[in-house]
């Protein structure tokens, strides 16, 4: 058990750095272990060094970030993204991802030269309180930063001899090309992600489906697939008689072949690499799955650290770890009831992995394993198989109908049944003790399956979900006000905490140039709700049609369901909203239309200049004023000085001002910062060139005793409300951390 726990203490070592109580628990549990298995000093210290060694680049890793410009790389592979096509580059012994708009297809192999300076990108702290972390994930793929070009027009490049890795990866673009080449249909999709991993033509709408379904890992190039690879090379080589120590020789140079044309992706590695060594310690008969499938994971972690953030990598040694240790209690059941338990074991034993990594719980995950593996099993992955013999002798065009069939049902069949009920269901983070329980009841879980327990099974289950609904629906707190971090631009959240109520005020936005790869929600607002556990904004106000305020609308109102949305008509950019819209306009709600009015205890007043001698939209922004408790709030989205002075002989006492138009001059006159409020939001971008929040600003707030707080030096900004009390933290300022009381 020795290489079994020292994955063990890497695991540890990881989870004292990133979430202590977790990792302390398991160490206790550990230590334990050890105890009742009797110590053996040389183990002990060895055990020691590497929790040492392994905390030590946990907690002080680092990008490795580029400060000089590249001037030399060469093109090690191609980045697919939609329609385009990105270079992974290698220069002074670090990689890269470089994006180019325009240009000539660089071949794989070449060695470039810039002609002038290009900047690398580095991936950035994380603004926001979000579990998304930008340096980890680039770490983890061993990326030193990313490069954004317009063009090539100041890139020489000239072709050089071939690294073995540049050749595989150059192997591998060709069989794409030959794949697409080979059919007009949709199928070629399907058979780059189940034949290499490359999802390149396969449609957001599948891909999404197989997410919701819980199938994706079935696409996925993973042990599942190496399984069926060495069953099917099993079968067809012993059709032929051929000796059995041959035909397990075969299948590790196919494997290997499999490997190598993957080039070493995680899963794949994991699976080749204990399938190979299972064979091979066959010839001793000896079977030893826990020690191999360890060497496994001690092997890349050993060249990669940081590939234990990835969750493709916890989920594939997870699932397989348990299915391992429970074998023995499976293994002679009938075939249908073996597959039932094994499907369970997996959904169970990943569980915590896809709420920490997801924040999500499958509602379905069980039911469409069932249904799907079998169906994978003989239809799709023998498909995939034929094609690709056919793809390298006789493709005919028979064969390519079948295929277009059998694929283009499977394609309805998903999409058919992502749209039936609702699949998954959105969970908030939980805290480490919360964790530390489901950890122990998904164990019991386990436990119960594999001795088939089968009442207590059901007790089990019924008290993880028990604890999992609880605790998603239960909070200590009262109401949280979130400014988050979009850059220049605003978007804040208000949650009435027990009623489960969430007001959204403006979405935050940027100019795309193009069609983005990532938006700027996707990184911002939506993990945010995600994470909080928000299945639908209540309320969502747009206070006026800017971009930086109404942005990413769209995008998140087709990713969260949106009871109603406020706006104003006297908007002069309403028009242009109105043209974009794609949802029911009965969700639409003039700002005119209401005076005062509750969601759940939230209160709020709607303080909007009715009638303005201008459209322009800053000057019709919504105004409303927010009470939670005993605490109040004035969001003023971009209104200027005039709105402000119309409005100060109405306003209520208040504590909190959301600075209008991101701190800019043209608002937060003298007589409003004379007022009695305590605390001054405000929502600006990093280096934006705008200047906001303007000095004059700043200094009028500060001349008043104001506590300001700028997502430009602070990130995000949350303030908890529980009775008279309120407690506000940033994300980059901790030194700003505090709470007040009102009596």
Do not use: W
């Not at 009015?597 to 105004?623: D, P, Y």
């Not at 409303?624 to 709105?643: C, H, P, Q, T």
């Amino acid at each position: 058990m020795i290489f079994f726990n020292s994955v063990m203490i890497i695991v540890i070592s990881c989870l004292i750095v990133s979430n202590p109580v977790l990792g302390l628990f398991f160490l206790s549990v550990f230590i334990f272990k050890l105890i009742r298995k009797g110590f053996h000093l040389k183990e002990t210290v060895l055990y020691a060094l590497g929790l040492i060694i392994f905390g030590t680049i946990y907690y002080n890793y680092d990008l490795r970030s580029t400060e000089s410009p590249i001037v030399t790389f060469r093109v090690i592979d191609y980045e697919y993204y939609e329609d385009n096509i990105g270079y992974k580059i290698e220069s002074d012994n670090k990689n890269f991802i470089m994006y180019v708009e325009k240009g000539e297809r660089i071949p794989i192999g070449s060695v470039c030269r810039t002609l002038t300076k290009v900047d690398v990108v580095n991936a950035e702290i994380e603004r926001n309180f979000i579990k998304r972390n930008e340096i980890r994930k680039n770490l983890s793929k061993n990326l030193s930063g990313k490069i954004y070009l317009e063009d090539l027009s100041e890139i020489t490049c000239y072709r050089y001899k071939h690294t073995f890795i540049t050749k595989l990866n150059e192997m591998r673009f060709n069989y794409i090309v030959k794949v697409k080449a080979s059919s007009e249909h949709s199928y070629i999709g399907d058979m780059l992600m189940l034949s290499i991993g490359s999802k390149i033509f396969l449609t957001n709408e599948l891909f999404y489906a197989l997410q919701k379904l819980g199938i994706y890992h079935l696409y996925v190039i993973s042990g599942t697939h190496v399984a069926y690879l060495s069953v099917a090379i099993f079968v067809i080589l012993k059709m032929f008689r051929i000796p059995i120590e041959i035909i397990k020789m075969i299948t590790i140079i196919m494997l290997i072949l499999f490997l190598l044309i993957n080039v070493f992706n995680p899963s794949v590695f994991r699976a080749v690499f204990m399938s190979t060594l299972l064979i091979i310690s066959s010839f001793l008969k000896k079977k030893p799955y826990v020690a191999v499938i360890s060497i496994s994971a001690l092997v890349q972690l050993g060249f990669s650290p940081f590939i234990i953030y990835n969750a493709g990598f916890a989920l594939s040694y997870l699932t397989t770890f348990t299915i391992l240790l429970c074998r023995k209690n499976i293994s002679n059941m009938h075939s249908i009831l073996q597959l039932f338990l094994i499907t369970l074991i997996a959904e169970f034993s990943t569980l915590l992995i896809i709420l920490v990594f997801f924040n999500e719980i499958s509602l379905s995950g069980l039911l469409m394993n069932l249904i799907f593996d079998p169906l994978f099993t003989l239809i799709i992955f023998p498909a995939t198989l034929i094609f690709n013999v056919a793809l390298f002798t006789i493709f005919p065009v028979t064969l390519d109908s079948i295929l277009n069939i059998i694929f283009s049902y499977n394609h309805k069949f998903i999409l058919f049944l992502s749209t039936v009920i609702e699949h998954r269901v959105v969970i908030k983070n939980f805290n480490a003790y919360i964790t530390i329980l489901i950890i122990l009841l998904t164990y019991f879980i386990i436990k119960t399956v594999a001795r088939k327990k089968f009442k207590q099974l059901v007790v089990h289950i019924v008290l993880l979900l028990t604890v999992i609904i609880t605790f998603a629906n239960y909070s200590k707190n009262d109401f949280k006000v979130t400014m988050i971090d979009v850059g220049q631009g605003d978007s804040l959240l208000i949650q009435d905490l027990k009623n489960d109520v969430a007001i959204l005020i403006d979405t935050g936005g940027r100019y795309y140039r193009e069609a983005p790869r990532v938006r700027l929600s996707d990184k911002t607002v939506l993990p945010y709700l995600k994470e909080q556990g928000i299945r639908k904004i209540d309320l969502l106000v747009l206070t006026h049609f800017d971009n930086d305020h109404i942005g990413e609308f769209s995008h998140i109102y087709e990713n969260i369901d949106v009871n109603r949305i406020m706006i104003n008509l006297n908007d002069d950019k309403l028009d242009f909203f109105l043209e974009s819209y794609q949802g029911e306009h009965s969700k639409l709600i003039h700002s005119d239309h209401l005076s005062q009015f509750n969601i759940g205890n939230i209160r709020i007043r709607n303080l909007t200049i009715k009638e303005q001698f201008t459209k322009e939209s800053n000057a019709n922004s919504i105004i409303l004023d927010v009470s939670l408790n005993k605490f109040s709030f004035l969001f003023l989205g971009d209104a200027r000085i005039e709105e402000e002075k119309k409005i100060i002989p109405i306003l209520n006492t208040f504590d909190v001002l959301k600075v209008g138009h991101h701190g800019s001059d043209t608002s937060t006159s003298e007589e409003l910062v004379q007022l009695s409020f305590n605390y001054a939001l405000v929502s600006a971008g990093v280096n934006n060139r705008y200047k906001h929040p303007h000095n004059v600003v700043i200094e009028r707030l500060t001349q008043n005793d104001k506590f300001i707080l700028n997502t430009k030096d602070d990130g995000m900004i949350e303030m908890i409300i529980k009775r008279n009390k309120m407690c506000i933290r940033s994300k980059l300022s901790k030194q700003k951390d505090h709470c007040v009381k009102k009596e």
